[in-house]
């Protein structure tokens, strides 16, 4: 028998079905490519140098052309030099990083945080999808780290659905985000577009290098997924937070302890400001209350 799912059941756990079900919205999404050359397979042409070098024209030699692309033939028919002029064609690789540690198991209002990262991730990957693009993925926990390969199709698209549900981690080490970080770095290829959602809690020198070395040969967008709660405490009131394993109680009337939380915040929001205008990343924050394809739209603009 199947289980029914429920309304709060939507709210803290994502289904394949609510995935599936955000095809529509998601047409109204278009991930910004660096140049489009038609809507069909293949159709972007990258500013990245790599493999699939496609010839375009011949032309005369101008200064400061590389002589390894002399057309030989060509210059020698005519006696004066030509080269060879190649554009590079690639069906583009798509690749979504998801946060599913323990600190994204959590929402006190609209859902959990988790949910929120799975439904950004969907539209994505339905968005990218329906411009042709290959389709990749990495979940990452508190036990470990998986990745799918880019692949093109909607068996590519339900792979990844797949995994955002019920993400089979392996036995491996690598944990946390510095860890998943490092991992982008061999699974994703130069001229790919990264989209890492997260609410980045442990984001330290040593990931922030990790984000440099991807920004070098790929785009990066830093999704940051975060609950109201994180962002502004209630003014008045005694509240209770727990993890299972520790407590704490937190008392609004302190004023003093209540502006301290609110510029922790503020801070962490500065830097990530200041770290994505510096290795030129594109931040959307998101909180657990937003429309996702709102956010996702407000980025294209």
């Known amino acids: 028998m199947n289980a029914v799912v429920t309304a709060d059941d939507e709210r803290i756990a994502v289904s394949l079905k609510s995935l599936v079900d955000l095809a529509k919205p998601a047409a109204m999404l278009r991930l910004r490519p660096q140049h489009i050359r038609a809507s069909q397979n293949g159709n972007y042409l990258s500013r990245f140098k790599g493999r699939g070098m496609a010839f375009a024209e011949t032309r005369l030699y101008q200064a400061g052309d590389d002589v390894r692309r002399m057309d030989w033939r060509v210059t020698a028919r005519t006696g004066k030099p030509h080269s060879k002029i190649f554009q590079e064609e690639r069906e583009r690789p798509l690749f979504i990083s998801v946060d599913y540690r323990a600190s994204m198991n959590f929402a006190t209002r609209g859902v959990f945080k988790s949910v929120q990262a799975a439904k950004l991730a969907a539209l994505l990957a339905w968005a990218a999808l329906q411009q042709g693009d290959r389709i990749g993925g990495q979940i990452f926990t508190d036990q470990g780290c998986m990745e799918l390969k880019p692949r093109t199709g909607k068996a590519a698209l339900l792979r990844f659905f797949n995994a955002l549900v019920a993400p089979k981690l392996g036995d491996n080490r690598d944990k946390g985000l510095e860890q998943a970080l490092s991992r982008l770095q061999h699974h994703a290829h130069p001229g790919s577009r990264i989209y890492i959602i997260s609410d980045f809690r442990g984001l330290d020198a040593s990931a922030e290098q990790h984000l440099a070395q991807l920004a070098r040969h790929c785009e990066v967008v830093l999704i940051?997924?975060?609950?109201?709660?994180?962002?502004?405490?209630?003014?008045?009131?005694?509240?209770?937070?727990?993890?299972?394993?520790?407590?704490?109680?937190?008392?609004?009337?302190?004023?003093?302890?209540?502006?301290?939380?609110?510029?922790?915040?503020?801070?962490?929001?500065?830097?990530?400001?200041?770290?994505?205008?510096?290795?030129?990343l594109q931040w959307l924050p998101c909180s657990t209350q937003q429309s996702p394809l709102t956010v996702l739209a407000r980025g294209q603009q």
């Open 224 to 280: 940051q997924v975060y609950d109201p709660l994180e962002s502004q405490l209630p003014s008045t009131g005694r509240y209770r937070f727990t993890d299972r394993l520790r407590e704490v109680i937190f008392d609004s009337a302190n004023k003093q302890q209540l502006e301290h939380y609110h510029r922790r915040f503020q801070q962490r929001q500065a830097h990530l400001q200041r770290l994505s205008n510096k290795l030129k």
